[in-house]
C-alpha cells in the first residue's frame, strides 16, 4: 500500500509559480513511476506529467512543455511539480499518482489533491 499527500497547491497570479510536492509512505518508493494530473471544473482528470523511478525521464503533455517540470528525490520519497508562468487554464485539482504504468499513465494509488488556482 502506498499513501500520497500533496502540498504547495494555492492562489496564484497569471505568469506566477508553485511547487507542488507529493510525499509518499509504503511501499519502495524509487521503484516505479511517479505522474501528476489534474482536473479542472467541468472537465475529466488529465495526465499533466510523468517521471520514472530513476528520474532520468520525464513527460509532459504540450501544453506544459517549458513551463514545468517535474523531478523527484528518492531519499525523501517525495516528487515535484515546478510549474512557471502559470496561467488561468492551468487552475484545476491537482493530484499526484504512484505506481502508474503504460503509455497511458494508468496509475494504481492516487493522493487527495491540492486545489491550484490562477488568476487572470
Known amino acids: 500500500q502506498v499513501q500520497l499527500v500533496e502540498s504547495g497547491g494555492g492562489l496564484v497570479q497569471a505568469g506566477g509559480s508553485l511547487r507542488l510536492s507529493c510525499a509518499a509512505s509504503g511501499r519502495t518508493f524509487s521503484g516505479y513511476s511517479m505522474g501528476w494530473f489534474r482536473q479542472a471544473p467541468g472537465k475529466e482528470r488529465e495526465f499533466v506529467a510523468g517521471?520514472?523511478?530513476?528520474?532520468?525521464?520525464?513527460y509532459y503533455i504540450d501544453s506544459v512543455k517549458g513551463r514545468f517540470a517535474i523531478s523527484r528525490d528518492n531519499a525523501k520519497n517525495t516528487v515535484y511539480l515546478q510549474m512557471n508562468d502559470l496561467k488561468p487554464e492551468d487552475t484545476a485539482v491537482y493530484y499526484c499518482a504512484a505506481d502508474c504504468r503504460g503509455s497511458g499513465w494508468n496509475c494504481a494509488y492516487w493522493g487527495q489533491g491540492t486545489q491550484v488556482t490562477v488568476s487572470s
Open positions: 517521471i520514472t523511478g530513476s528520474g532520468r525521464s520525464g
